[in-house]
Structure formats: C-alpha cells, structure tokens
C-alpha cells in the first residue's frame, strides 16, 4: 500500500470508531448513522477499485458514468466481485476494460416492422 492508501485506511478506522462511540452513547440519530455508513461503504469500494484499475480504465469507467451511470455501477460492482475473489492478476488496464464492457454490455433489441 502507498502511503496515501494508509492514510485513508487510518482515517477511516478513526470514522469509524468515532461512530461506534457515538452509536453507544446514543448520540447519533439513525439517519446520521447510516449516512456516515454509506460514506464509509463508497469509500471502501473508491479504494478497491483504485487497486483494481489503472489510470485508462478509470478514465473509461467515469466516462461511462456520465452517460450511463446505472451500467457504471453494475461494471464497478463486477468489477469488485473479481477483485474479492482473487481473479485478477494484477490490475485491469485501459483494454481489458473494453473487453468487460463488451461481456456486460445490455443486448440490443431490434425490432423488425413486417409491413404487408
């Protein structure tokens, strides 16, 4: 890990300690629980997928998430699920990328007009 991954890491366990306490003592109310959880939960994924990608398919990803921000959060979520389980070996650069977006790509529907 570089130095800027631990700093993060630290933070975060620092978070999530002070929700901890403050859960115990009753302090926080639910809402601000659980939006302090999710933050937690887009960190962690923003830290995974930045071990898992290089810069080009990071550029690609956010590319698409401007345009189809639904399929960026399925390609993210594939691309985690491949992380966690060990299968990538090192990381996933600007072509494999591509190759991904292919595979998880939506058919395309045509429809065909017979006219009589």
């Known amino acids: ?4 991954e631990e700093e993060i890491d630290e933070l975060r366990q620092k978070k999530m300690e002070e929700l901890k306490q403050r859960q115990q ?3 926080a109310p ?4 659980a939006e302090a959880q ?3 939960a887009e960190a962690q ?3 995974m997928l930045r071990k898992a990608l290089d810069d080009g398919a990071r550029k690609r990803l956010n590319t698409i998430r401007m345009s189809k921000p ?3 959060e399925k390609v993210e979520q594939q691309v985690i699920a491949l992380h966690r389980s060990g299968r990538l070996q090192g990381r996933i650069d600007e072509e494999q ?3 991904l977006l292919q595979e998880l790509k939506p058919e395309e529907q ?3 007009i017979k006219r009589r």
Not at 1 to 4: D, E, I, K, V
């Open 110 to 112: 045509s429809f065909d």
């Open 25 to 27: 003592e009753g302090g």
């Open 30 to 33: 639910d809402g601000e629980a």
């Open 38 to 40: 999710r933050e937690q």
């Open 45 to 47: 994924k923003k830290a």
């Open 70 to 72: 639904e399929f960026a």
């Open 97 to 99: 990328m591509k190759e």
């Open 1 to 4: 890990m570089s130095g800027n």
